[in-house]
């Protein structure tokens, strides 16, 4: 389904909490996700993930706060916005007893395809996620990873603009994560907007554009991944690899001027070099490193893991 | 073994003491019991022989207390481990059958032999009331401990036998049912037939009527409502263990042996092939014959499918429902010695009625089904956020359950023709209509219960009808009743107020139905 306004947001988040009786899931959180971006909505156990994800598909309404999606109001336009948005849940809730065919010929007649119509799609869906050769098979019967490319398959038989994933990739094999992975990255291609929340860091950090830290029922970050993954704006961090023919023992490397500290890796021909950007500049850090004559293999900025970015900002034990 | 079912045991009483619904159960109980001294004290001037009524309406009200747990607490002692998957980790833990068996019913037992226990001492005051003896007292003990080992040990031989809770409470109910009803309609029924078989020149005192009247007397005889009232009828001097104790102390044995003998070959999984109801036609076959298309109402096409069985369930209850006839037929064949179709022209009144008994048990178990198994699936999210509403959607399922019930109709309609007179002064009386209000209310209610409570629903609504009906619908209902019919002269008046009273819950309880659906989903 297309639109004619292309200048909102995807999702726009504006300081929504939510209780259950005396439990706050949410906390005054916003964060807007852009069209045609893959978002990663990261957070531990009970962080208030799912809660937001059921707010944005209009299945709660906010108490607090207000959320839109593609410009609409989750609490006043329900029906516009459920044509546009596929919500996968974290749990398989499938149809065990229909067939593949049937079960996306149930979905697609819901949504007021026709005969014809329903052929075509959910042909070209079952091709999207490589299952068309199971057609013809019970539900019940496929693997888990199979039934994961089927609920995805349901998902997109109405066409949406936007996906809503609710750990996609929670118990799936390597190889069908791996694979999950990549038909997301082909609907990405294909202009949809994908928000997905999941426990997997590593492979969010591949895949996504942009990411959403949530801890507590707080937003902790939301930006761009890069963003994310640079360290923090008060020092530069630099990655420096020597070759072999580099001078023996200690290298004066925090002489420099405006080099904070310096870390040497054991056995391996790599420093880590961070500095105070207000004092000096990655230029003339360099420019120190080759009157120290050192041979520079590579001089890149260092990035951190997901992992670490996600530990830092959040909190230990269980909310 | 010991250590294992000391655990469950254990387990089983922490939950229960636990669990706030258990306390309220026992505090509703005290106050029957209470309600019941106090309505005796009340027409004590009245009531010839108070002390015996007292205890009457005790013992009934435990009758009702132990076919109720039977049904939906000792049937889900195994199938609630079936059904979360944990039967594996206890035997993987250790735990023999027989202590996963032990372990399992005997902290349910206990719970309802506590509150029988915690009783005995009230119910002594009955003998200060009068009109009832201390054998009297342990007599009906006895029968009502022998019917509950009974009960527990045959739900508990169904939650090995069956895979689901509900399919368990569903066995557990028919045996509990047919010793309470048919000691009493049975030879009401027969009678009846026997007088409309002589009028034809039929003879009736052998073939089936007498094996008919064997049958009801032997299941009569292990009737623990008729061992009550043989017990609580004045002069009672028999032993407390008669011939129900020793039938239902030897079953209760008998079931729990059962159980453990058949416990591992019941509850392994026998095969992880997909299973459905309706038949997967052969590749490339679908769009030549158009068949499991989805139907333009699509949620219609699916609960008539998958929820009631479709088109393969039609025939086979065409089938077993025209078998079932037949069989009378021939029966009346054999009986009056006219022609088959002479038999089943007369028979248009029996079609009529065994077709609403059909009707009305298909749709009691569509009621208690057709939301349930969408949250047991956990597939009512999906559906939710399609862009139907959530009233369109019901009713949509609730058609797709009526269209199953065309083979049951379809013969109703058979028997109508056949005797369309009958059918025709039945309809003309309000009470039948008034019982068409109440049964229509009976299966919002059991919907209603299906989303509330994880099993037994259909048990619990059945309980609470009874209930109401002659608890509270009757006495409330008295008032307005009375005072339309005052104001009017008119008996049918009545009746309209009753059908009025039911229209205006079923409303009701369809609102709280939407509520309750919209929540659901959410969670």
Not at chain 1, 72 to 88: C, N, Q, S, T, Y
Not at chain 1, 268 to 292: C, H, K, M, R, W
Not at chain 2, 20 to 47: E, P
Not at chain 2, 89 to 112: D, E, F, H, W
């Amino acid at each position: 389904m297309s639109t004619t306004d292309t200048t909102t947001a995807a999702i726009e988040v504006n300081n929504v909490s939510h209780s259950f009786k005396e439990r706050r899931a949410l906390r005054n959180i916003s964060f807007q996700i852009a069209r045609q971006e893959l978002h990663g909505f990261v957070g531990p156990n009970g962080a208030g993930k799912t809660t937001a994800l059921k707010l944005i598909c209009t299945l709660l309404r906010p108490q607090v706060g207000n959320i839109r999606v593609f410009g609409h109001d989750v609490a006043a336009d329900v029906k516009l916005i459920r044509h546009r948005i596929g919500f996968m849940p974290d749990h398989f809730s499938m149809y065990r007893q229909m067939t593949v065919f049937e079960y996306l010929d149930f979905f697609g007649a819901a949504y007021g395809l026709s005969v014809e119509r329903r052929n075509q799609v959910i042909g070209d869906v079952l091709t999207l996620t490589d299952m068309d050769g199971r057609r013809e098979d019970i539900i019940n019967g496929l693997s888990r990873g199979m039934q994961q490319r089927v609920s995805l398959a349901r998902v997109l038989v109405n066409d949406p603009d936007l996906l809503l994933l609710d750990e996609p990739a929670s118990g799936l094999d390597p190889r069908a994560r791996i694979e999950l992975m990549a038909i997301l990255r082909e609907l990405r291609g294909m202009g949809k907007t994908i928000f997905i929340s999941s426990h997997i860091l590593s492979e969010l950090a591949e895949l996504c554009d942009s990411v959403t830290i949530i801890d507590r029922g707080e937003v902790k970050f939301s930006g761009a991944m890069e963003e994310l993954l640079s360290h923090d704006s008060r020092h530069a961090v630099y990655r420096l690899r020597v070759g072999p023919d580099a001078p023996e023992g200690d290298v004066p490397i925090d002489q420099i001027e405006g080099v904070i500290g310096v870390e040497k890796f054991d056995g391996q021909a790599e420093y880590v070099i961070e500095f105070d950007p207000e004092i000096t500049s990655t230029n003339s850090v360099l420019q120190g490193l080759i009157e120290l004559q050192i041979p520079i293999v590579s001089f890149t900025a260092d990035q951190k893991h997901l992992n670490q970015a996600f530990m830092d900002l959040t909190q230990r034990g269980v909310p | 073994m010991l250590g294992g079912t000391t655990a469950l045991f254990t387990r089983g009483l922490r939950l229960d003491a636990r669990l706030l619904r258990s306390h309220l159960l026992r505090f509703l109980f005290a106050v029957l019991i209470f309600s019941g001294l106090v309505w005796t004290h009340i027409n004590s001037n009245t009531l010839g022989a108070p002390g015996r009524e007292f205890f009457r309406s005790i013992t009934y009200l435990n009758v009702a207390f132990i076919s109720l747990a039977g049904i939906s607490f000792f049937s889900t002692a195994i199938t609630e481990e079936k059904e979360e998957g944990t039967l594996g980790l206890l035997l993987m833990a250790g735990i023999s059958p027989l202590g996963i068996l032990l372990g399992k019913s005997t902290t349910r037992v206990l719970t309802a032999l506590f509150l029988l226990l915690a009783q005995f001492p009230f119910t002594l005051l009955a003998i200060t009331l009068g009109g009832v003896t201390i054998r009297q007292i342990f007599a009906a003990y006895f029968a009502l401990f022998a019917y509950l080992a009974f009960l527990s040990n045959f739900a508990l031989f169904a939650s090995v036998y069956c895979r689901r809770s509900g399919k368990a409470g569903g066995f557990t109910c028919v045996v509990v049912a047919i010793p309470m009803i048919l000691p009493f309609i049975g030879p009401r029924w027969i009678a009846w037939l026997s007088r409309r078989m002589a009028a034809v020149g039929a003879d009736t005192d052998t073939g089936f009527f007498a094996a008919a009247s064997s049958a009801i007397d032997a299941i009569t005889n292990v009737s623990v409502l008729v061992r009550i009232d043989a017990i609580l009828t004045t002069g009672f001097s028999e032993s407390p263990v008669s011939l129900q104790v020793v039938l239902h102390l030897v079953s209760a044995l008998a079931f729990f042996l059962l159980s453990w003998a058949t416990f591992d070959s019941l509850t392994s999984d026998h095969s992880t092939e997909p299973t459905r109801l309706i038949d997967v036609p052969q590749r490339g076959k679908r769009r030549e014959n158009g068949l499991n298309r989805v139907w333009r109402n699509y949620m219609m096409w699916k609960d008539f499918c998958f929820m009631t069985g479709g088109v393969k369930w039609w025939l086979i209850k065409f089938a077993l429902y025209g078998i079932g006839l037949a069989t009378v037929a021939i029966v009346l064949y054999w009986t009056t010695g006219t022609a088959i179709s002479s038999g089943i022209g007369q028979g248009g009144e029996i079609i009529v009625g065994a077709m609403a008994i059909a009707i009305m048990v298909e749709l009691s178990i569509y009621a208690s089904n057709v939301f349930r198994q969408e949250l047991r699936d956990k597939t009512f999210l999906t559906i939710t956020l399609l862009p139907i509403s959530t009233a369109r959607m019901a009713y949509a399922k609730v058609a797709g359950c009526l269209l199953a019930l065309v083979p049951a109709v379809g013969y109703f309609v058979l028997g109508a023709l056949l005797d369309p007179a009958s059918l025709m002064e039945l309809l003309e009386l309000p009470l039948v209509w008034a019982g068409i209000v109440f049964f229509v209310l009976f299966l919002h209610m059991t919907a209603y219960f299906s989303l509330i409570v994880k099993w037994g629903a259909l048990p619990l609504a059945l309980a609470v009808a009874s209930l109401f009906s002659v608890g509270c619908v009757t006495p409330l209902a008295a008032i307005p009743i009375l005072l339309v019919t005052e104001m009017t002269g008119d008996e049918a008046a009545m009746i309209m107020m009753m059908i009025y009273f039911g229209c205006v819950s079923a409303a009701a309880l369809q609102v709280l139905i939407g509520l309750k659906l919209r929540s659901a989903a959410a969670q």
